[in-house]
């Protein structure tokens, strides 16, 4: 265990770890001046020799709002699994701007830097209240002994309740998550996202199991979103698709099969051949 | 719709309870112990009053056992191994206070004369001080813990493979005590104290003290440790517990937040074997047995995991069931044991306190796997 | 036995000459079976053992039935003298030592008094005398007995022996002993050509009787010294080679009984994600399966007693398996899910057993005892015996591995649970009966684990107490090997087992198991894959 490791975790000290002296690092900016937030080059990951990325190539422009489609095992999370943390890729660099290099981080370290993740299941502390969610969520010193002392400012519980009533929670607050509805976790899971205040958000299936008014909902949330921040969106949902209305990327064993808008994407002989073909 | 401000850390029937128990520790067992002569109804004997404070001890590390596996859904199967460390620590201390008045009139302790050492060994430098061995009874366990926390949560050792590596830990560390070279007494370990602070060990008020002194750490360890589940700290460790990844990717390093409560859990196991120590007048090897560790985990079972409160009365409950059946029907104890573990999980699954709450609360979330 | 410095003191005294002699009327008395020498049979009953051990060594370069009667007879206190003559007593009657006529057995006889010295001297002799028995069998063992303690002046017993030899073992044997007889010659070189031949030996006495030769003390000569200190070095060498492969077979044999005990964890921690603490007590089980059995056949066969350990095999499996089968239907099942706990239920189903075990058997150690076949043993190198137990215990778990592989691989049953352990949800969807293959995978495991018990009832104690030591080193072959693979286990369990016991013979065996252990968790920081085999896409 290294002393950097060790004055991180402890007393919460991020030394530069390419600073021959050990001075403590700057938090890491993430520098969009090319306009671009999130590059794959070129990424690989196999499993037990199934490739489930081979060779992806994927930019994501800040402030874009971009759809993923693909039929199953076209590694859809694994490209998010990739960009989190979660899988390290066999082969190929991934980087958050121009400098953060992904696949140097911990799962924790990628999130603080501005990544934020949506479970295709939806994922809520289920013992915790809505609020409570929320609240781990936000924002904050996220190290372990900082986190002793942590006490809720005003604005900060303010800022908590209007998330509440945005994602349509608002008399839930004290509720358990695990007594929630489906579609209320997911909606719980979007808030708890929108409280990280991510610069890229990985949404996986978003609204698996919500109501067409709760779908229409998410839409235009999402849409509100871009902009400011920068959403990947997975689905199967073509309704919900067409009403985000951002390019499209179609992912196909691994790999990048078509790119463009909703009718280009659509009027493609090799997406029709995938989807519809075989 | 604003959430309540934190609630305080105990509510007016807690901190009357908590009252309750002081004053019966530190002024009526006291009281009745001194005041009646032996033989009269309503004298404590020493008995009671020695197994009153090892039961105590047990509380503390009943407690520790809920932080890390209530809390943070991390069941440990070696946590005797910390209560060990602790009691040696402190075993030390009581060995050096013996000075010249062990069998062999020397200054070293009687185990090592009968081994032909000339001299101490570097690691009992120091352990003739009293504050010393104190704090070596609280930085050894939480060293080891750390150390050894460290590998296994930064490799993402979780669930049963946490428990079962934990358990090859302290049965390894048996082992090595076991050892005569090891220099800590062998298979007999330490016995046959004489002092503590220079009052002899067996008259009553010094026993009395160190009851006291029990009661005191274990209403401290239950305050701690409530409060520190009540912090946002807390919050983040259950919701590492239920939903690892989540909280990962919402920015918590699990890695930290386990091993502190890792290490507080450790280190309140010392604190607990080192006012063990003094008080059953014995520390060996066995104290880290495999056995001896699970045991810790079904007084927290039976009590009821995540509560505290439970877990300290699960730890009088199965401990004097122990000493009643030990005397009774010692052969019967084991069968007891065993059924006791199935029982609790198949039935109780949130234990004795579950029992007490179940009726009130109808809307409780789901339980949740640790 | 005569220490070595003595021997060397007397042996010196013998001359040449002497030996030579000896030679050519032992061949006369090859051909005559001529009566031993009156005067010489009375020096036997001399007050004096020097004269005893002088008597002995002469009688014994004359080979022959009435020597090796009149030696054995004193060696069983049965030599008495009375009036003069020295009489071999036999029960109620007595004859004459030298003649062989039979007298009365006198009232004042008197017994010939034979001390430890003396007894040395006779099993060395009748050792010797063995050397010329038709029987193979017996000129090996009495070939084996001089080993290391060849007496001074019997090399030329030895070399005639040697010269009537025709088993090739046998006589490698005898010419080492020769060469051992040849280090008390006078003459330096012949001492110095001992040495050397000495030098090819494995054995410890070998290496004892050279070590005083290279010392000023024990030897004049420096040219001899050399050849002495350069032999003990390269007897060293082998005896630690032989030690170390000893150890590495009782490792093979520890490792696959913890392969036994390994395989059933390892699939009832694939099939169902539980680690079953009462693991160790299902070991237990098919020990004191073996147990049972024995008293069995000890009351109502004893004349196939040594039968009774396969006839037990059924036993231990069924037993185990049953006992396996009711514990997953009565606890497990009801904790599917929660790992943890199961953890904890099946420590209580240990505790139960082991007390079970104390109320049915005691709380002692019960014997059991190898069957006739098992012991003894086959020794592939000088020096380094294989104990049959644990050859066949290293057999049995092979087959019992194969039978597995075959029933994993082959089978329906295996087909269900290979499927249930790679996806419990989709197996059930697909109509894979998953409760029963549950059951039938926990008893399977089980059974496998009481004939483990049954292996190691064979090389430990049996006792209540029993699976609790191995059941920590079945949990670390399982860790080390990942699971859901029969390979990593048998990989694992192996190598556990010779890694534990070649540490063992270096640093002594707590040390040894602290170390493997401190091993594996430093293992499992740099190959977490060990643990967790299966890589892929899954949710936490």
Redesign the interface.
Known sequence: MSVRDVLRGIIGIELDENDPFGRPARRRTLDISHNVILYLEDITVSFDGFKALNKLNLTIDAGELRCIIGPNGAGKTTMMDVVTGKTRPDSGTAFFGQSIDLASLTEAQIAHAGVGRKFQKPTVFERHSAFGNLELAMTADKRALPSLVARLRDEERDRIADTLRLIGLGGEADRPAGLLSHGQKQWLEIGMLLMQDPRLLLLDEPVAGMTDDETMRTAELFVSLAGKHSLVVVEHDMAFIEALGGRITVLHEGAVLAEGDLAAVQNDPRVIEVYLGR | ???PP?PPLLDARQRAGLGIFLAAALILVPALHLVFPPGHVLHVSTYTVTLLGKIMCYAIVAVAMDLI?GYGGI?S?GHGLFFALGGYAFGMYLMRQIGRDGSYRSELPDFMVFLDWKDLPWYWAGSEHFLWAAALSIAAPALAAFV?G???F????K???F???T???T??AM??F??NETGFGGNNGFTDFKRVLGYPITSPETRLALFGVTAGALALSFLFVRW?VN???G??L??IR????????????????K??AWTVSATLCGVAGALYVPQVGIINPSEMS??NS?EI??WV?VGGRGTLIGPIAGAFAVNLAKSWFTVSFP??W??F??????V???RL?RGLAGLWRAPRRK????E??? | MMPVADFYSSSLKVPMLKSLLAVSSFVCALAAHAAPDAALVRRLADADSGVKVAAIRELARTPGPDVLRLLEAMSEGRLALAGGAVLIVDGGSAFDAATGAAVKAPENAEAVTVNNRIRGELGNALAALGLFDPDPAVRLASARKLQGKAAAGMEAVLSSALARESDPRIKDLLALTRAQAHLSSADPAVRRAAVRALSGSSSPAVRGLLLPLTGKDGEADARVRQAAISAVKSIDGRLALTENLGRAFSGLSLGSILLLGALGLAVIYGVMGVINMAHGELLMIGAYSAYAMQTVFRNHFPEAIDWYLPAAIPLAFFSAAATGALMERTVIRWLYGRALETLLATWGLSLILIQAARALFGAQNVEVANPGWMSGGVEILPNLLLPWNRVIIIGFALCVLLLMWALMNRTRLGMFVRAVTQNRAMAGCVGVPTARVDTLAFALGAGVAGLGGLALSQISNVGPDMGQSYIVDAFMVVVLGGVGQLAGAVWAALGLGVVTKLLEGWSGAVIAKIVVLAFIIVFIQKRPQGLFALKGRFAD
């Open positions: 719709m604003r959430e934190l596996w069941l199967l050894f460290y590998f296994a930064r490799s993402r050792i669930g049963v493979y428990s079962i590596i358990q090859a830990l049965y390894a082992l090595l076991f050892r520190l912090s946002k700290y919050r983040v259950t919701a239920d939903a690892e990844s989540r909280a990962m990717f919402i920015g918590y390093d699990p890695l930290w937040f091993l502190f495999v056995a699970i985990a079904v079972a052969e019967y084991l069968f044991l065993g059924l006791l573990f199935i609790v999980t198949l699954p809307d409780a979330p789901p949740a796997e640790p």
